[in-house]
């Protein structure tokens, strides 16, 4: 057992190692004050501040944020839904070809979406002429196709295990599907919607193949920006923006996380606090009648 534990906590180790190291690195590397990135040339913050002054990566920072934070709003809202029918709507017609639709970006390939995509909207251009032009929104759209999936299944995978008797208690009680939807079912799955919109939210921020087909003149994303300067050299800029969108995002993780486990706990407590006032109702009903025997 010990060996077993030994070897177990070992490759755990290696494994962090191997996913952790390479961003240590990174950060360290951002402040090398060495033009050439394999090489030290001491600490300095210099790269942190040229970023003010590279317009071209500044931009293409700021609209990858832009569009990973629609990205994570749309698919959380198209994927909860979809969601919800696939787990609550037990049967209706065209139900395995909803299924299968709602999770085939999870194994088709992206070249073969975003080529589909593009596709899609040069037909829709000369059809009725929307989108005139490719950028922002086009990206949007496909990063949302994309992300909606992920979040579908996992969105799912919590509305399976919720208890249904609570909701078909407010229903007797006379709250409407839609209320009890928005009062009772999103606050039990909050922590589902809360990690489907930071997994959107990340891959729409890496997604590289899915955006060189449907971006256009004016709409390059850091992704791309990264890899076309990359082909050429990579530059310390790079590294310094890498390190700081890493800890924006490690940030709004712990965030995130800290404020879901607070509302978890508050939830806790409310139903134990619920259970033992209704022990103490049960208990002192049942003890006036001997009282009175």
């Given at each position: ?36 990135v ?17 317009n ?39 139900r ?14 992206e ?46 995978a ?12 407010a ?51 850091l ?7 990359v ?17 924006t ?19 806790k ?25």
């Open positions: 057992m010990n060996k077993r534990f030994s070897f177990s906590t070992m490759m755990l180790w290696l494994g962090l190692t191997f996913i952790y190291a390479p961003m240590l690195i990174l950060v360290i590397y951002s402040f090398n004050a060495s033009k050439l394999t090489v030290w040339g001491g600490w300095s913050v210099k790269w942190y501040v040229g970023l003010l002054d590279n071209q990566l500044m931009g293409s920072v700021v609209r990858s944020l832009e569009i990973a934070c629609y990205t994570a709003i749309a698919a959380v809202a198209l994927g909860t839904l979809a969601a919800f029918v696939l787990t609550r709507i037990s049967r209706f017609k065209g395995t070809l909803f299924g299968g639709l709602v999770t085939a970006p999870l194994v088709m390939p070249v073969i979406t975003g080529l589909s995509l593009l596709l899609l909207f040069v037909a829709m251009a000369q059809l009725i002429g929307w989108p005139q032009e490719r950028g922002i929104l086009t990206i949007w759209i496909a990063h949302t196709t994309f992300c909606s999936a992920y979040v579908a299944v996992v969105v799912s919590r509305l399976r295990e919720l208890d249904m008797s609570i909701e078909e208690a229903m007797d009680l006379g709250a409407k599907p839609w209320k009890v939807f928005f009062l009772i079912t999103i606050p039990m799955i909050a922590p589902s919607l809360a990690a489907g919109g930071m997994m959107s939210f990340a891959l729409s921020l890496d997604d590289l193949v899915l955006a060189s087909f449907v971006s256009g003149p004016g709409s390059t994303t992704p791309m920006e990264v890899f076309s300067a082909r050429l050299g990579v530059k310390p800029e790079i590294n310094a923006v890498a390190s700081l969108i890493l800890l995002v490690s940030l709004f993780t712990f965030v995130a996380w800290y404020t879901t486990r607070r509302a978890e706990e508050r939830r407590r409310a139903i134990q606090q619920a259970m033992e006032s209704m022990a103490e109702e049960a208990s002192s009903s049942n003890w006036k009648p001997t009282a009175a025997a």
